[in-house]
């Protein structure tokens, strides 16, 4: 149970007065409140009073999610349901046994008994695997079959690590999602949101799983799931509902979008192929694109203006490198098309050593730009894979653009993530924007908690970019440095520290 529920629990169980304040509250209100709360904690609330005694029942969404209903919660599990989570595999095997028994026990519990509400929206994370989670698939079945369910959230979690697991595993894992589904029919046309993972389908199939069965399918998430080592999965679904896609490590040669009418934001996290791993056919609702990977030094570099074509109406735009070296060649108006539309643009991942002015060929590309977010990489706990090969490391080999089109800026604000001032080129950079940005409003220097592996080594290294200037004095002295007489710029400067925001 997480620390809101715990709160909610202790407040709902004081004393019998303040319970009746609370008994004044209309149900609508009431139910608000359980539903902010996990459904272990909220069907707990029946024992308060008479009062309480059906709220529960009455809630107009059930999540019915494993974590929820784990032994001993991990501390770092997020209690979002929307949240990816990346380390189902961590939870020991007997704590999965006995989580998906009480699952399986809240589900009767919430779907058995007729309600005279229909449930707008339902969430069921689980495991396959044994009586539990037929015993739930076959509820859930029977709750959509009565029309009591119109909307379903599905997550099928997996107790393999993406490493660990071979072809053959994920080739019988994606057997058994077929087998799950195949029983339960009904789920497919109401299914809004789908996580899976760990899974190898058949082209055919997983084309038609998920754009022929999924009607109104609008959020899909795919953890290590593919449909073979090098293949191109091409999807055409002229009539999908589909809105976003997320794909994550996967060992996909290519993404081919042929058609995705209302596909609005796309994230592709870690491809293995040295080749573009997108291509877009028409996908015009296309507003928000994220692309992570952290590429080897013989990795090709590849045209990003090339991989967004027909990719023309994105207002977001999201580059991370991971800390290693860039896999885009270097490109400027030859972006332009593609950055007409473009309102914000990050650019993280970027190693702590590397020059930043590279990135100023990518701003002079995208004048509607308002937001231009910069985050530098460094962590204790990964080494680099040029040091780890015995390797230079690879600078970007951009070169500093010649300011064409820096008077049609609409650039308002610049963010800086784990900004140091001792850092040379990182006062460069940011003056360059501060010289050229004629309507920039916002410096935003923002300092990112270290990461939880980093705090676990023992013998921390001294940061190669310096400490983020937490200090008055530090800060006045960055502010003089970059409002002399050579910067005419009139933004004010924020420091937001994990302690403090300060504003000059």
């Known amino acids: 149970m997480d620390m809101e529920s715990n709160n909610v629990c202790r407040h709902l169980c004081k004393a019998p007065h303040e319970e009746d304040r609370l008994g004044a509250l209309p149900d609508d209100v009431l139910l608000l409140i ?20 059906n709220l529960p029942w009455l809630l107009p969404e059930i999540n019915l999610h494993v974590r929820d209903f784990l032994p001993a919660p991990r501390a770092d599990y997020p209690t979002d349901p929307t949240h990816r989570i990346d380390f189902y595999s961590q939870i020991p095997a007997q704590h999965i046994d006995q989580s998906m028994a009480s699952l399986a026990r809240a589900a009767r519990s919430f779907l058995r008994i007729k309600r005279s509400n229909t449930v707008a929206r339902m969430s069921v ?12 698939g076959l509820l859930v079945h029977g709750a959509i079959d009565n029309g009591m369910v119109k909307e379903l959230n599905l997550t099928i979690a997996d107790d393999m690590a993406p490493n ?7 080739l019988q894992k994606a057997q058994n999602v077929n087998c799950f589904l195949g029983t339960y029919p009904n789920m497919l046309p109401c299914l809004t949101r789908l996580q899976l993972y760990n899974l190898r389908f058949a082209e055919g199939d997983i084309h038609h799983i998920l754009f022929d069965c999924c009607k109104q399918l609008q ?65 015009p609702c296309l507003k928000e694109l994220f692309l992570l990977s952290d590429a080897k030094l013989e990795q090709p570099e590849f045209s990003l203006s090339q991989l967004l074509n027909g990719a023309t109406s994105m207002h977001t735009l999201t580059l991370n490198f991971q800390g290693e070296k860039l896999w885009i060649q270097p490109e400027r108006e030859q ?25 100023m060929n990518l701003l002079e590309a995208a004048p509607t730009v308002e937001i231009f977010d910069i985050e530098m990489f460094e962590h204790s706990c990964i080494k680099p894979y040029w040091l780890s090969v015995g390797a230079q490391r690879v600078q970007p080999s951009w070169k500093m653009p010649c300011f064409t089109s820096c008077s049609k800026w609409q650039l308002r604000e610049l963010q800086v993530a784990n900004f140091s001032p001792l850092v040379g ?33 023992a013998a921390v290294p001294p940061r190669v970019g310096g400490m983020f200037p937490r200090g008055k004095d530090e800060q006045e002295t960055v ?26």
């Open 425 to 457: 080129h990182y006062m460069s950079f940011v003056r360059a924007v501060m010289d050229h940005a004629p309507n920039l409003e916002t410096v935003l220097f923002k300092e990112l908690r270290r990461c939880k592996d980093c705090d676990k080594i």
């Open 125 to 136: 994370e689980m495991y396959l695997g044994g009586n539990y989670s037929h015993d739930i």
């Open 219 to 283: 959020h899909l998430s795919l953890d290590h799931c593919d449909a073979g080592d090098c293949s191109v999965w091409q999807i055409n679904a002229p009539n999908s509902s589909l809105r976003v896609l997320e794909i994550y490590y996967s060992c996909l040669k290519r993404l081919d979008l042929l058609c995705l009418p209302k596909l609005e934001q796309l994230r592709l996290d870690m491809w293995v192929h040295y080749e573009p791993p997108l291509r877009f056919g028409s996908v």
């Open 34 to 53: 359980l539903g902010r709360v996990d459904l272990l904690t909220a069907a707990r609330t029946c024992t308060l009073s008479t009062r309480w005694r």
């Open 164 to 170: 660990a697991c071979k072809d053959a595993d994920m």
């Open 335 to 359: 972006l332009r098309y593609a950055f007409n539309k473009l309102r914000k643009l990050s650019i993280h991942g970027i190693h702590v050593e590397f020059d930043l002015l590279f990135t």
């Open 479 to 504: 502010v003089k440095q970059l409002r002399d007489n050579r910067v005419s710029s009139s933004a004010q400067i924020i420091f937001r520290s994990i302690v403090s925001t300060v504003v000059f």
